[in-house]
């Protein structure tokens, strides 16, 4: 990452939304126009990585969810108690600043997302992903979340590996 300090905490209203450009029109539209009602509404939380104290590098939001224990692979399934849902949470949107991309954010705030899933106080099994194309499958896939084996582009990561590290 460059020589600029970052610093991620929950989006608030004196954060700079305006000036977020990632590649993805409807994820830089979520930011600017939904997220805020969304957390009122406290369907989400939103978490940005500042820089400068004010600038948005990049930003996820996380929400409670569940799965059904039937999507996971047997060999997981097997070791889960017998409840029809799997308690999660979600990572809806991850996105990085344009001005930020090759420098390592996206793992960054991966791992910050992480962090704040392994120390809630809500019992999860998992954090879940819905990728949006084959490259965002693939960095998922790289930071070791597995695809569900009839949904490739819905992924998972036990959140006892995280803890485990």
Not at 141 to 162: M, N, R, S, Y
Request: some cysteine.
């Amino acid at each position: 990452m460059s020589n600029a300090r970052l610093q991620v905490v929950r989006l608030d209203a004196a954060h700079d939304r305006a000036a977020f450009h990632c590649d993805s029109e409807p994820l830089n539209r979520y930011l600017r126009e939904q997220v805020t009602q969304d957390i009122r509404r406290h369907v989400t939380f939103c978490f940005v990585a500042l820089v400068d104290g004010n600038r948005i590098a990049g930003y996820y939001t996380l929400a409670s969810a569940s799965f059904l224990m039937t999507d996971l692979p047997v060999s997981i399934s097997k070791k889960l108690p017998r409840y029809p849902t799997v308690p999660a949470v979600r990572m809806g949107r991850l996105a990085i600043d344009n001005a930020f991309k090759g420098q390592g954010l996206g793992g960054a705030l991966l791992a910050d997302a992480l962090t704040c899933a392994t120390h809630s106080d809500i019992a999860s099994y998992a954090m879940i992903v819905d990728a949006k194309d084959t490259a965002a499958a693939a960095f998922y896939q790289h930071h070791g979340f597995i695809a569900f084996p009839d949904k490739q582009f819905t992924l998972f990561l036990p959140l006892a590996t995280v803890r485990s590290l």
